[in-house]
């Protein structure tokens, strides 16, 4: 049987450095679900160290967290994988291996706080997370599918960091799961700025940087189970699962 | 003013299409956002940017640019350099950064 799901599928964490501070994964669950959303997805840049202790705090709430990334290409394209299992991990590595180098600068680019499911400091994420990687946005979509997971482009009506802004145009070979709408988009808006486009699926979510963000923008999700298979057969609007947003 | 003018002033590798060594240079465009040049950059400019992705070359092929200089030594990979073989669109490297390509181009415009 199919049920709704209210989805969020771009949240960071306090582990991004342009994220404000209260953003741990604890407090990210207890809004999302005082918010009555039922599926998010934790999605830092170039890094998913706050994404397990984000699945261990939900577990006591009736909600679904996805593991997932923005992944930034060579383009400075923003990508998001979204998983539901640990293979975020396996994308992890190759994005760290391609990242690059550098250490992160806090007074100029923020704190890279890695914490636990009590909101525990376990530490800081030294990289140069704000940075890009090496991988072109094509690869990066191939991996993220190699390993499993959704891939989707964020933000596309964004004049910065998203496929369109960076490319142009989206190359026919590059086979998105969803492009993403940002808070500030309609569907009406969307309908006549991206026409072009109209043969992908369109999802929205609020790419929240602080707390009062979440949930600015959703998804409602048609599925049977909030699960990565069951969100790609929605993108792809089979057996009656579906993805609207308004 | 055309390309044959600018290649060694701009220590400029040409990467494709010597044919077009004659096309006329109405000026240059630098930008690194797709979306940017495909709204503001005009015929017979040169395109000069460190993208490098394929579809600089459909980019360029649109606006009906000169030439695309893909500067600071990067190089396009072979998918885009036979795309841009197909489309007779004019690719150059240089080692040079923008700052210093735009920087002679613009003396050289200006002459």
Redesign the interface.
């Known amino acids: 049987m199919l049920k709704q799901y209210k989805a969020d599928l771009h949240i960071h964490t306090c582990l991004s450095p342009c994220a404000e501070l209260d953003m741990t994964p604890a407090s990210i669950i207890e809004t999302a679900s005082q918010k009555g959303l039922d599926i998010i997805a934790i999605t830092d840049h170039n890094s998913a160290e706050n994404v397990q202790a984000a699945r261990k705090s939900a577990a006591q709430f009736n909600l679904t967290v996805l593991a997932g990334m923005e992944v930034a290409s060579s ?1 400075e394209a923003h990508i998001l994988g979204i998983f539901d299992d640990d293979r975020i991990l396996d994308l992890q590595e190759i994005v760290y291996k391609n990242l690059l180098p550098g250490t992160n600068d806090v007074s100029r680019f923020g704190e890279q706080v890695i914490v636990n499911e009590q909101d525990e400091v376990l530490g800081m994420n030294n990289r140069m997370l704000i940075a890009a990687t090496d991988l ?2 094509q690869t990066i979509i191939e991996t993220i599918h190699d390993l499993g997971g959704l891939a989707i482009a964020s933000h596309i009506d964004r ?2 960091f998203s496929i ?6 989206i ?1 026919d070979q590059m086979n998105f799961d969803a492009l993403e709408m940002s808070p500030n988009m309609t569907r009406e808006k969307a309908e006549s700025l991206f026409k072009d486009y109209s043969s992908y699926t369109w999802i929205a979510s609020s790419d929240a940087h602080y707390p009062a963000d979440i949930a600015k923008k959703i998804s409602n999700f048609s599925l049977q189970a909030p699960s990565i298979t069951e969100i790609r057969m929605a993108m792809k609007n089979k057996d009656g699962r579906k993805v609207e947003w308004e | 003013m055309n390309l044959q003018d600018l290649i060694k002033d701009l220590s400029l590798e040409i990467v494709t299409c010597e044919e077009s060594m004659n096309n006329e240079v109405t000026g240059a465009y630098v930008s690194d956002l797709l979306s940017d040049v495909m709204a503001n950059s005009n015929v017979g400019n040169i395109w000069i940017t460190l993208q490098t992705h394929l579809n600089i070359i459909a980019v360029a092929d649109m606006k009906g640019l000169a030439g695309i200089i893909i500067v600071g030594n990067r190089k396009p990979a072979e998918d885009v350099i036979e795309k841009a073989r197909a489309e007779k669109v004019t690719v150059m490297t240089t080692p040079l950064p923008a700052f210093e390509a735009a920087g002679k181009l613009y003396q050289l415009l200006d002459r």
């Open positions: 383009e072109p946005a004049g910065a369109l802004s960076q490319l142009g145009f190359p």
